[in-house]
Nanobody
Framework: QVQLVESGGGLVQAGGSLRLSCAASGIIFSRSNMNWYRQAPGKQRELVATITTGGSTHYADSVKGRFTISRDNAKNTVYLQMNSLKPEDTAVYYC????????WGQGTQVTVSS
């Protein structure tokens, strides 16, 4: 049974930081590219950051320089460090990944107040 479980969301003031975690089970994590997506109310889900099996990272332009994706293969966990948060970062953040099929977590709410 595949599970991706996000944690670390919450309410933070603009300029603050949060660190999201996604613990994976049931997939071969070391062979899985992992992604963070987000979906704001009334908007489409968008890709925020990707980390490949080799550790290469890619970011949406809107978060470059503020967010950092990382992974710990020993813990089957991917992280998203979010700094200098803005109200427009408010969204439900989803973990996504897999070696062949891609799976989704249930999401964690991030709310940034102005």
């Amino acid at each position: 049974q595949v599970q991706l479980v996000e944690s670390g969301g919450g309410l933070v003031q603009a300029g603050g930081s949060l660190r999201l975690s996604c613990a994976a089970s049931g997939i071969i994590f070391s062979r899985s590219n992992m992604n963070w997506y987000r979906q704001a109310p009334g908007k489409q889900r968008e890709l925020v950051a990707t980390i490949t099996t080799g550790g290469s990272t890619h970011y949406a332009d809107s978060v470059k320089g503020r967010f950092t994706i990382s992974r710990d293969n020993a813990k089957n966990t991917v992280y998203l460090q979010m700094n200098s948060l803005k109200p427009e970062d408010t969204a439900v953040y989803y973990c996504n990944g897999g070696a062949t099929l891609m799976y989704w977590g249930q999401g964690t709410q991030v709310t940034v107040s102005s």
